[in-house]
């Protein structure tokens, strides 16, 4: 589904340059809030509740959310921000119920954690008290986490690239 996707954004995106330059005021600050919280989540072995995970349940969902968004804007295109606000309602809205079962069985404390922490939208301050458990550099290579900067900065030479090719075939037809 993510080809497809990817092929309908690259199909119906009209970048321009300020376009461009405002997407990045979402993009950045996603892939920067993904590497961030995959240097503290140790998945299934314990209940992280330190770094972003004291504003947020899920910070790596609203760090995909910011660099989508971030690329509606760069697209230029209401279609792709509308497409983009179904999938990601259809598709993380379960999974993140899925993953919340699952750790309401596994952790007897997380009850407790999604009272003082909100399942999306941050907190201003940090919930937890917990200390300890910084970020992790091996954590952060271990999730591959780098895919997610590398991934941005090829879309976005896909739109630099139909922003000058596409301006350059309507200033020949001119």
Do not use: Q
């Amino acid at each position: 589904m993510g080809f497809v996707f990817a092929l309908f954004f690259l199909l119906t995106a009209h970048p321009t340059e300020h376009s461009l330059l405002w997407s990045l005021l979402g993009t950045v600050p996603g892939v920067a809030l993904r590497a961030y919280a995959s240097g503290y989540v140790t998945k299934n072995t314990e209940l992280t509740m330190t770094g972003p995970y004291a504003y947020t349940r899920n910070p790596l969902y609203l760090g995909s959310m910011l660099i989508a968004f971030g690329f509606a804007v760069a697209a230029h295109s209401w279609w792709v921000a509308l497409a983009l606000a179904v999938l990601f309602t259809l598709i993380y809205l379960p999974t993140i119920r899925s993953e919340e079962e699952f750790l309401r069985g596994r952790f007897d404390n997380y009850e407790e954690y999604c009272g003082r922490v909100p399942r999306l939208f941050p907190r201003l301050t940090p919930a937890s008290s917990v200390t300890g458990g910084g970020f992790s550099a091996a954590l952060y290579r271990k999730h591959r986490e780098y895919n997610a900067a590398l991934g941005t900065l090829s879309i976005y030479a896909v739109l630099l690239l139909k922003l000058f090719v596409w301006h350059r075939a309507l200033f020949l037809l001119l």
